[in-house]
């Protein structure tokens, strides 16, 4: 039975500043997915990471179907007419375009789907990061797929010795889908040339070599800036993982989520702090919008999800979040200076501009003397 998963992400307003979204707004958006269950969906999730909403949809219509993504637009676009009866903050902020065109695909939302051939015991993993970047997922997805000193069925299991193969896309280039595409273990130096680059070159996809028409993960890709021209918030990536038997386990993404890296982000989307693992439904940090990742992992049977489990709620990502808060610490000590503060390329689109133009009149360009000719 083929099965459709459709995640899709959006802020569409917070209490109090980048916080949470209301109890209201969160009801609204689950009643409109809910009344789709059964009919338009085959199943529906509904949480938030940070301020961000996020639907988990299963379906039978395949990735990209209008149907589908119209439901989440309509979802949000009242979840957003609630938030600014309330007064929320950044109401509607991550609905960038006024009238939808048949896909979510450059009007804001992050959407990361993949149709597949449901296992008898298939396992999917959804994670959603809020206050940062797609590029955020490189190292984590890299070293699970990739790295067998974080991912040991790399070495230990048959179905996944042949490696992986990833399709990397060029964010920056903003007149259709710039990708490539390279083979795990054979491409891996091209592969981390490219992914330590998170502003430019984000996982797309990876795929089974050994099964090369089975998908293991989908990554959202948007840039936010692309679509707006200016800066709107961070993009706020989703991801979604097939887990088990001819991916890595489960728990082979612990330790790479675990590693807590820097990554762009965080308050007025311009600095750089680390990825802190959090449980779902976790408000934004008032430390200085700390860039958080939540994970579930559902099994799926038919289209059907079970209750989920959360993956970092257990007690050890308590010491994980611990190491987190002290490289957020002894970052933000820097204030702006270095790479606290993301390069200029990455601020083009903040007050900074204006600030250095207008500086760039007060500079003045000294030339040396010429030397005196000889005898002179």
């Not at 957003?80 to 896909?103: H, I, M, P, T």
């Not at 399709?167 to 040339?193: H, K, Q, S």
Request: proline letters at 7%; charged letters at 25%.
């Amino acid at each position: 039975m083929r099965t459709t998963l459709s995640v899709i992400k959006a802020d569409i307003g917070s209490v109090g500043g980048h916080t949470l979204p209301s109890q209201r707004v969160l009801e609204v958006v689950r009643e409109r997915v809910f009344a789709e269950r059964g009919k338009l969906l085959v199943d529906a999730y509904v949480a938030h990471t940070g301020d961000d909403v996020c639907l988990i949809l299963s379906h039978r219509h395949g990735v990209g179907h209008p149907d589908v993504h119209a439901l989440a637009w309509e979802a949000f676009r009242a979840g957003a007419e609630v938030a600014q009866r309330q007064g929320l903050y950044g109401a509607g902020q991550d609905l960038l375009k006024d009238a939808f065109s048949g896909n979510v695909r450059g009007l804001g939302p992050a959407a990361a789907e993949m149709e597949f051939e449901e296992r008898p015991n298939e396992a999917v993993v959804v994670f959603a990061a809020d206050k940062t970047e797609p590029g955020a997922f490189n190292l984590p997805l890299y070293l699970a797929f990739a790295d067998p000193m974080y991912s040991s069925g790399l070495l230990l299991s048959p179905e996944l010795h042949q490696g992986f193969r990833f399709r990397i896309m060029d964010v920056d280039y903003t007149e259709g889908d710039r990708t490539i595409t390279l083979d795990a273990p054979e491409r891996l130096y091209d592969i981390a040339a490219l992914l330590r680059d998170t502003h430019r070159y984000v996982i797309e996809s990876i795929w089974s070599r050994k099964y090369p028409q089975e998908q293991a993960a989908a990554v959202s890709t948007t840039r936010l800036r692309n679509i707006a021209g200016r800066y709107v918030g961070k993009d706020d990536p989703v991801a979604v993982v097939r887990v088990q038997k001819i991916f890595p386990a489960t728990e082979e993404f612990g330790p790479p989520f675990a590693l807590v890296p820097f990554v762009a982000g965080d308050t007025r989307g311009s600095h750089n702090l680390p990825l802190m693992p959090v449980p779902i439904n976790t408000p934004a940090s008032t430390f200085f919008c700390v860039p958080m990742v939540s994970g579930l992992a559902f099994s799926v049977h038919e289209g059907k999800f079970t209750e989920p489990t959360d993956l970092f709620a257990d007690p050890f990502w308590g010491h994980v979040r611990d190491r987190a808060a002290a490289k957020a610490l002894e970052m933000r000590r820097q204030g702006f200076f270095g790479p606290a503060m993301l390069p200029m390329s990455e601020l083009e689109y903040g007050g900074i501009v204006a600030r250095l133009e207008a500086l760039e009149k007060e500079f003045v360009v000294s030339r040396e003397a010429e030397p005196a000719a000889a005898g002179q």
